[in-house]
T-cell receptor, first 115, second 113 residues
Framework: AQSVTQLDSHVSVSEGTPVLLRCNYS??????LFWYVQHPNKGLQLLLK??????LVKGINGFEAEFKKSETSFHLTKPSAHMSDAAEYFC?????????????FGRGTSLIVHP | GAGVSQSPSNKVTEKGKDVELRCDPI?????LYWYRQSLGQGLEFLIY????????KSGLPSDRFSAERTGGSVSTLTIQRTQQEDSAVYLC???????????FGPGTRLTVL
C-alpha cells in the first residue's frame, strides 16, 4: 500500500526567503514521486518528478526536491520565494500497488507569500 | 499542442438530476484518470482507464457514479440522481502510460442545488 503525508496544511513566507514544503511517503515498491502546483482557479501543473534516477530533482520555476529513502521524504524547496509562487502544492506517490499505478495525492499545502 | 480539455466548465443542476461530464485527453495518452476535489480538500481518486484493460473503479463513491471511455480516447463521467454532497470540481487527467506524469484538464465545477 502507498500513502503520502504533507506535514503542513499552510506555509507562510516572506518574498525573497526560502521555501520548504514537507512530504513523507510510504510505499511497498520503488515509487515514483511528484510535486504538482495548483494556482487559484487553475488546473494542476507538474513541478517535478522523481523516477529512480538522480535523487535531487530540479523542476520548473526554481523548485527542487530531494528523494531521501532512509527518511521516506521528498521535501520541496526553493531558495527565494516570489509572490507568484502563492498556490496549493500537492505531493504525489505512485507505485505498482495491485498491478496498477494509481497515484495517491497528499492533502495539499497552501503556500502564502507575503510582500 | 492541445492539452486535456473538459466540458462543461461549470454545471449547475438540481438534486436528483443526472449529469454527464466529458474529458478529452491528450492524443496518444493511454491512461486516463478522474478525480474529485472538494473545497479545500485534496484530490479524491474516482476511476482509472489504462488502454483496453478493464477500468479500475475502486474509487467510485457509490453506484450512482459511472464512467466510460470510448475508443480509448474521450471519457464521460456520469452521476445519476445527484446529491448536494456531489458538489465539487471534477478533474480529468491523462498520461502517456500509467507510470508517467499526469496532465490535468481545467476541471468541471459541479454545483448541486
Amino acid at each position: 500500500a502507498q500513502s503520502v503525508t504533507q506535514l503542513d496544511s499552510h506555509v507562510s513566507v516572506s518574498e525573497g526567503t526560502p521555501v520548504l514544503l514537507r512530504c513523507n511517503y510510504s510505499s511497498s515498491y520503488s515509487p515514483s514521486l511528484f510535486w504538482y502546483v495548483q494556482h487559484p482557479n487553475k488546473g494542476l501543473q507538474l513541478l517535478l518528478k522523481y523516477t529512480s534516477a538522480a535523487t535531487l530533482v530540479k523542476g520548473i520555476n526554481g523548485f527542487e526536491a530531494e528523494f531521501k529513502k532512509s527518511e521516506t521524504s521528498f521535501h520541496l524547496t526553493k531558495p527565494s520565494a516570489h509572490m507568484s509562487d502563492a498556490a496549493e502544492y500537492f505531493c504525489v506517490v505512485s507505485d505498482q500497488t495491485g498491478g496498477s499505478y494509481i497515484p495517491t495525492f497528499g492533502r495539499g499545502t497552501s503556500l502564502i507569500v507575503h510582500p | 499542442g492541445a492539452g486535456v480539455s473538459q466540458s462543461p466548465s461549470n454545471k449547475v443542476t438540481e438534486k436528483g438530476k443526472d449529469v454527464e461530464l466529458r474529458c478529452d485527453p491528450i492524443s496518444g495518452h493511454t491512461a486516463l484518470y478522474w478525480y474529485r476535489q472538494s473545497l479545500g480538500q485534496g484530490l479524491e481518486f474516482l476511476i482509472y482507464f489504462q488502454g483496453n484493460s478493464a477500468p479500475d473503479k475502486s474509487g467510485l463513491p457509490s453506484d450512482r457514479f459511472s464512467a466510460e471511455r470510448t475508443g480509448g480516447s474521450v471519457s464521460t463521467l456520469t452521476i445519476q440522481r445527484t446529491q448536494q454532497e456531489d458538489s465539487a470540481v471534477y478533474l480529468c487527467a491523462s498520461s502517456l502510460a500509467s507510470y508517467n506524469e499526469q496532465f490535468f484538464g481545467p476541471g468541471t465545477r459541479l454545483t448541486v442545488l
